[in-house]
Nanobody
Protein backbone atom coordinates (compact mmCIF):
# COMPACT_ATOMS: atom_id res chain seq x y z
CA UNK A 1 0.00 0.00 0.00
CA UNK A 2 1.35 3.38 -1.01
CA UNK A 3 1.57 5.84 1.84
CA UNK A 4 2.83 9.38 2.16
CA UNK A 5 2.45 10.60 5.71
CA UNK A 6 3.07 14.23 6.56
CA UNK A 7 3.83 15.55 10.01
CA UNK A 8 5.14 18.70 11.65
CA UNK A 9 2.42 21.19 10.92
CA UNK A 10 0.95 23.45 13.55
CA UNK A 11 0.40 26.99 14.71
CA UNK A 12 3.34 29.37 14.67
CA UNK A 13 3.76 33.12 14.95
CA UNK A 14 4.97 35.16 12.02
CA UNK A 15 8.75 34.98 11.80
CA UNK A 16 8.83 31.52 13.30
CA UNK A 17 9.91 28.21 11.82
CA UNK A 18 8.47 24.76 11.23
CA UNK A 19 9.92 21.56 9.83
CA UNK A 20 7.59 19.29 7.93
CA UNK A 21 8.34 15.62 7.36
CA UNK A 22 7.00 13.24 4.74
CA UNK A 23 7.49 9.52 5.27
CA UNK A 24 7.01 7.46 2.10
CA UNK A 25 6.33 3.76 1.72
CA UNK A 26 4.82 1.27 -0.69
CA UNK A 27 6.65 2.40 -3.83
CA UNK A 28 10.20 2.61 -5.13
CA UNK A 29 11.42 5.81 -3.54
CA UNK A 30 14.35 6.24 -5.91
CA UNK A 31 12.06 6.32 -8.96
CA UNK A 32 10.30 9.44 -7.78
CA UNK A 33 10.74 13.05 -6.90
CA UNK A 34 9.02 13.98 -3.66
CA UNK A 35 7.45 17.39 -3.52
CA UNK A 36 5.55 19.68 -1.22
CA UNK A 37 2.42 21.43 -2.40
CA UNK A 38 0.09 23.69 -0.48
CA UNK A 39 -3.46 24.88 -0.67
CA UNK A 40 -4.66 27.95 1.15
CA UNK A 41 -8.36 28.54 1.84
CA UNK A 42 -10.11 29.63 -1.32
CA UNK A 43 -7.04 29.19 -3.47
CA UNK A 44 -5.76 26.59 -5.89
CA UNK A 45 -3.14 24.08 -4.88
CA UNK A 46 0.37 25.19 -5.75
CA UNK A 47 3.81 23.65 -5.84
CA UNK A 48 6.22 24.69 -3.10
CA UNK A 49 9.35 22.61 -3.55
CA UNK A 50 10.46 19.26 -4.89
CA UNK A 51 13.53 17.04 -4.67
CA UNK A 52 14.69 14.12 -6.77
CA UNK A 53 15.14 11.05 -4.58
CA UNK A 54 17.76 9.81 -7.01
CA UNK A 55 20.19 12.70 -7.36
CA UNK A 56 19.00 15.26 -4.83
CA UNK A 57 18.31 18.03 -7.33
CA UNK A 58 15.83 20.40 -5.73
CA UNK A 59 13.54 23.12 -7.02
CA UNK A 60 11.45 25.79 -5.38
CA UNK A 61 8.60 28.14 -6.06
CA UNK A 62 10.65 31.20 -6.81
CA UNK A 63 9.05 33.45 -4.21
CA UNK A 64 9.91 30.97 -1.45
CA UNK A 65 13.59 30.57 -2.20
CA UNK A 66 15.73 31.60 0.73
CA UNK A 67 13.04 30.85 3.33
CA UNK A 68 12.21 27.20 2.56
CA UNK A 69 14.68 24.33 2.25
CA UNK A 70 13.89 20.81 1.10
CA UNK A 71 16.02 17.81 2.01
CA UNK A 72 15.81 14.03 2.00
CA UNK A 73 16.98 10.97 3.85
CA UNK A 74 16.90 8.02 1.48
CA UNK A 75 17.68 5.56 4.28
CA UNK A 76 14.41 6.59 5.92
CA UNK A 77 12.45 7.28 2.69
CA UNK A 78 11.68 10.65 4.18
CA UNK A 79 11.66 14.18 2.80
CA UNK A 80 11.72 17.30 4.92
CA UNK A 81 10.70 20.90 4.36
CA UNK A 82 12.32 23.45 6.64
CA UNK A 83 10.29 26.64 6.65
CA UNK A 84 11.80 29.76 8.17
CA UNK A 85 10.60 33.33 8.61
CA UNK A 86 7.05 32.18 8.13
CA UNK A 87 4.44 34.69 7.06
CA UNK A 88 0.66 34.70 7.46
CA UNK A 89 0.36 34.10 3.71
CA UNK A 90 2.14 30.76 4.19
CA UNK A 91 -0.95 29.50 6.02
CA UNK A 92 -2.21 26.47 4.12
CA UNK A 93 -2.59 22.73 4.15
CA UNK A 94 0.76 21.32 3.04
CA UNK A 95 0.71 18.11 1.05
CA UNK A 96 3.50 15.73 0.24
CA UNK A 97 3.35 14.05 -3.18
CA UNK A 98 5.38 11.74 -5.40
CA UNK A 99 6.11 12.54 -9.05
CA UNK A 100 7.77 10.09 -11.43
CA UNK A 101 11.26 11.18 -12.41
CA UNK A 102 10.47 10.76 -16.11
CA UNK A 103 7.97 13.59 -15.91
CA UNK A 104 8.72 17.29 -15.74
CA UNK A 105 8.65 17.13 -11.96
CA UNK A 106 10.67 20.36 -11.55
CA UNK A 107 7.73 22.36 -12.88
CA UNK A 108 5.90 21.71 -9.59
CA UNK A 109 2.61 21.24 -11.37
CA UNK A 110 -0.09 19.87 -9.06
CA UNK A 111 -1.47 17.60 -11.79
CA UNK A 112 1.73 15.53 -12.06
CA UNK A 113 1.95 13.50 -8.80
CA UNK A 114 0.96 9.86 -8.79
CA UNK A 115 0.55 9.75 -5.03
CA UNK A 116 -0.54 12.23 -2.38
CA UNK A 117 -0.48 12.42 1.37
CA UNK A 118 -3.45 13.64 3.38
CA UNK A 119 -1.83 16.94 4.28
CA UNK A 120 -0.78 18.79 7.38
CA UNK A 121 -2.11 22.20 8.38
CA UNK A 122 0.27 25.11 8.85
CA UNK A 123 -1.18 28.22 10.43
CA UNK A 124 0.90 31.37 10.76
CA UNK A 125 -0.50 34.04 13.03
CA UNK A 126 0.36 37.71 12.64
Amino acid sequence: EVQLVESGGGLVQAGGSLRLSCAASGFTFDDYAIGWYRQAPGKEREGVSIISSRDGHSYYKESLMGRFTISKDNAKNTVYLQMNDLKPEDTAVYYCAAVRLDLYYWLLLPNLPDYWGKGTLVTVSS
